[in-house]
T-cell receptor, first 113, second 112 residues
Framework: KAGVTQTPRYLIKTRGQQVTLSCSPISGHRSVSWYQQTPGQGLQFLFEYFSETQRNKGNFPGRFSGRQFSNSRSEMNVSTLELGDSALYLC????????????FGSGTQLSVL | GESVGLHLPTLSVQEGDNSIINCAYSNSASDYFIWYKQESGKGPQFIIDIRSNMDKRQGQRVTVLLNKTVKHLSLQIAATQPGDSAVYFCAEILDSSYKLIFGSGTRLLVRP
């Protein structure tokens, strides 16, 4: 089985721009979660989707949004980028039931200049 | 990934020794715990998990211990190898929350 695939691998943007990141989960997995990883804050939960519905959301401003498609693929969008948005954005997938392990992709490294 | 862990606590061990990585979790209602390993340039990789109704679980060369009284989790790696060098994170899940809460991580360095 192919693992979780995230594209692009690296991205450089400037302040004020917007960005869209993509995630393809493991085949058969219906839940996709997004996490932000920074040296200062560690790994922080952004949101989780299951069957195109957001089930949980972390404490991030409204500039961070996401969606999930009928084939379980997911995208996250960050609008009006700030320098502090520079981070590794990780996507994880699971079958979709609570209390189960998540499988992570390699992430998208976003740099905001 | 490249941006991980510039100021992480570090555990340095000799190749062949046993390693113990500790973690304090935050919520007494958490019912599922996972240890992840993250190598440079990669996402977290699942190592082992344990549910709150257990206090010990063993895998291949790894053991996880759970002490719910003091909200403490530990990961023991037997006969540590150079390939074990990485950052290790514990994570907890509250039932029905669908989100992982990660600890701050520990960097493991294995000396040859």
């Amino acid at each position: 089985k192919a693992g979780v695939t995230q594209t692009p691998r690296y991205l450089i943007k400037t302040r004020g721009q917007q960005v869209t990141l993509s995630c393809s989960p493991i085949s058969g997995h219906r839940s996709v979660s997004w996490y932000q990883q920074t040296p200062g804050q560690g790994l922080q939960f952004l949101f989780e989707y299951f069957s195109e519905t957001q089930r949980n959301k972390g404490n991030f401003p409204g500039r961070f949004s996401g969606r999930q498609f009928s084939n379980s693929r997911s995208e996250m969008n960050v609008s009006t980028l700030e320098l502090g948005d520079s981070a590794l954005y990780l996507c994880a997938s699971s079958p979709g039931f609570s209390s189960e392990k998540l499988f992570f992709g390699s992430g998208t490294q976003l740099s905001v200049l | 990934g490249e941006s991980v862990g510039l100021h992480l606590p570090t555990l340095s061990v000799q190749e062949g020794d046993n390693s113990i990585i500790n973690c304090a979790y935050s919520n007494s209602a958490s019912d599922y715990f996972i240890w992840y390993k993250q190598e440079s340039g990669k996402g977290p990789q699942f190592i082992i998990d344990i549910r709150s109704n257990m206090d010990k679980r063993q895998g291949q060369r790894v053991t996880v211990l759970l002490n719910k009284t003091v909200k403490h989790l530990s990961l023991q790696i037997a006969a540590t190898q150079p390939g074990d060098s990485a950052v290790y994170f514990c994570a907890e899940i509250l039932d029905s929350s669908y989100k992982l809460i990660f600890g701050s991580g520990t960097r493991l360095l294995v000396r040859p």
